[in-house]
């Protein structure tokens, strides 16, 4: 069982900058860790994964923007977005893939102003 906890969404102006965390209730090491998101009337997407390796990759849309990393010692993954864009307004999760099993957080928003 891994409880996800995320913070650092808000309001941000297009051009800006925020950094989310998710904290996990249990150690994260040999853990795949992602960061998903849900835009109003869209589907989840898959935004940035990182392995139990390290090893990262996003999807087009945000690749040079965003950086997804990641601190086994805290239990806590990142997602740093800069340069943000009206169309990255959406509900961010995280995510922990961890023995066939899939747990998510609550979410927390992201709302980029143009």
């Known amino acids: 069982q891994v409880q996800l906890v995320e913070s650092g969404g808000g309001l941000v102006q297009a051009g800006g900058s925020l950094r989310l965390s998710c904290a996990a209730s249990?150690?994260?090491?040999?853990?795949?860790m992602g960061w998903y998101r849900r835009a109003p009337e869209k589907q989840r997407e898959l935004v940035a994964i990182?392995?139990?390796?390290?090893?990262?990759n996003y999807v087009d849309s945000v690749r040079g923007r965003f950086t997804i990393s990641r601190d086994n010692a805290q239990n806590t993954i990142y997602l740093q977005m800069n340069s943000l864009k009206y169309e990255d307004t959406a509900v961010y999760y995280c995510n922990a893939y961890h023995l066939g099993l899939s747990y998510w957080g609550q979410g927390t928003q992201v709302t980029v102003s143009s």
């Open positions: 990182i392995t139990s390796g390290g090893s990262t």
């Open positions: 249990r150690s994260i090491f040999g853990i795949n």
